[in-house]
């Protein structure tokens, strides 16, 4: 196999793997790949390369961090309530500092 389909049928294989949002042929003899996506899974891909062209190794494997420091963390609050079909009442509470009882 001349080594231009071996590249064509790597990445073949790296594209169809969950998660790869790019591909990067690198090194003198542009024999390394650089896979960069989102919950990709390097043994299973490092597998399926074994298996479907022979020999491939896992050189590196790092988990990417792409948060700007400027951007706001978001949290989204879920209700505790079950849900029943019909509408619930909302719960009032208030919290009460200076109350002569408590005193």
Do not use: F
């Not at 793997?17 to 650089?34: E, H, L, Y």
């Amino acid at each position: 196999m001349t080594p231009e389909k071996c590249r064509i049928k790597v990445m073949k294989i790296i594209a169809k793997a969950n998660g790869v949002t790019s591909i990067v042929i690198q090194g003198p003899d542009k024999d390394r790949v650089m896979v960069i996506g989102d919950g990709v899974d390097p043994i299973k891909l490092t597998t399926a390369l074994r298996n479907k062209v022979g020999n491939a190794s896992l050189e590196s494997a790092q988990k990417m961090n792409n948060k700007n420091e400027d951007e706001e963390d978001t949290c989204y609050a879920s209700s505790s309530y079950g849900s029943s079909g019909y509408p619930q009442r909302p719960v009032y509470y208030k919290m009460i500092h200076d109350h002569p009882y408590w005193n």
